[in-house]
């Protein structure tokens, strides 16, 4: 049976499942790294420094590969390289990961610090980062069509801008037809694109999705879902058509999100002829006091 990679999880569980893939008990892997138990229970919780990791990656004649990782002589050279490409600064990425500038140069430069940090950093990139045997080819995935906006269901300005009032800038869009912030869009710290993939991607902080409208939206509901439920984004904020009728909305969004039903019909781009469907506001994770704020700052008309 094909062994899928643990996309949806930390490096840390990742290391457990290779090690009872592998039939070790903690105690005697170990001893193999020359390490001692806590510390390794650590590393498997996610926790611990990366000194320590690479001893046991070592170990086990693992690397991290990823679907989105480029190649790199140092795991710090590989990161530079898909930072720049998102176009995120140092300063920008350090914000988002919540340690000092310092901490991630040395990260970069090293390949030092702790690896919740490097947990952190790759999932913001989107990496999809995982472990493999050494000389691995990393696994091709179907992309399953990631923007609404490549057909013309752009969310309208009259929309999104009231929005930013409440949250902000966004942590993440990842329904994004550009990964550029300066012509994305959606405001957001960080833009997933088709290439990316957004569905086989950890997501974080506080999320906007404008999905595809087509066969692929309930994987889209669901995985808003899960994520929130899982406590990786914190909020997910997604545009979506109201159709209560549905199966994914009975199944992701009655009894799990808040619905704001948008009054008209909404006009998406740039183009003047208004949607064939009605329009509501879908948001997961929400809290009182936010649906407040929502709520005031949405049209009236």
């Known amino acids: 049976m094909l062994k899928l990679p643990c996309h949806h999880t930390s490096l840390g569980n990742c290391l457990k ?7 070790l008990t903690q105690r005697t892997l170990a001893q193999q790294a020359l390490i001692s138990l806590p510390t390794l229970r650590l590393l498997e919780n996610g926790q611990g420094n990366l000194r320590t990791f690479w001893t046991v990656l070592s170990t086990l004649k693992l690397d991290i590969v990823g679907r989105n990782l480029p190649p790199g002589k140092t795991m710090g050279e590989r990161i530079i390289t898909l930072r720049k490409r998102k176009g995120i600064s140092q300063r920008d990425m350090s914000k988002l990961v919540r340690v000092s500038q310092p901490t991630l140069i040395a990260l970069e430069r090293h390949a030092t610090g702790r690896l919740q940090t490097l947990d952190k950093v ?11 045997p050494h000389g691995s080819t990393k696994t091709f995935y179907v992309h399953a069509g990631n923007s609404s906006n490549h057909h013309g269901w752009e969310t309208p300005t009259a929309l999104i801008e009231p929005l930013y009032s409440v949250f902000g800038v966004f942590d993440l869009d990842p329904c994004s037809p550009t990964r550029n912030g300066r012509t994305a869009p959606v ?5 997933y694109t088709q290439d990316d993939d957004g569905l086989a991607l950890p997501w974080f902080g506080t999320v906007y999705m404008n999905p595809p409208y087509g066969r692929s939206l309930s994987r889209w509901t669901a995985k808003a879902k899960a994520e929130v439920e899982q406590e990786n984004a914190e909020l997910v904020v997604g545009v979506l058509p109201a159709r209560p009728d549905t199966s994914y909305w009975h199944q992701d969004i009655a009894g799990s999100a808040s619905v704001f039903f948008l009054k008209g019909r909404l006009k998406f781009g740039h183009t003047q002829q208004v949607a064939p469907f009605p329009s509501c506001l879908v948001v997961w994770g929400v809290t009182d006091e936010v649906m407040t704020a929502i709520q005031a700052a949405l049209p009236k008309a």
């Open 17 to 23: 499942r290779e090690r009872k893939d592998r039939h």
């Open 187 to 191: 405001k957001a710290k960080v833009h």
């Open 122 to 132: 790759l999932t913001i990139l989107g990496a999809g980062a995982y472990l493999a």
